[in-house]
């Protein structure tokens, strides 16, 4: 489990055929709602996924970040989730 704090880059690797776009969120663990951070639609390997996730405002304490891709006919794929830490 990665821990974080601050301003964070989100790197990874978006290659999917037909992407339509995808979506970068995080929630916090005991919560219902995933809040956007970034989101793009051209494919990305090994790079930034957008913009940083600031960390600062948020309470410190365990979070999930979820990917969210979907292909150009609409169809979500299977979510990518990892937990972190946000530490003060």
Request: aromatic share 10%.
């Amino acid at each position: 489990m990665a821990e974080v704090s601050g301003s964070v880059e989100l790197r990874g690797t978006v290659n999917v055929p037909n992407l339509g776009f995808y979506k970068y969120e995080y929630q916090r663990q005991g919560t219902n709602e995933w809040i956007p951070i970034s989101a793009g639609n051209q494919p990305v390997k090994d790079e930034s996924l957008g913009s940083r996730w600031g960390t600062s405002q948020l309470q410190p304490g365990m979070y999930f970040l979820r990917l969210v891709v979907s292909d150009n006919q609409n169809r979500l794929l299977q979510p990518c989730v990892i937990e972190v830490k946000v530490n003060p």
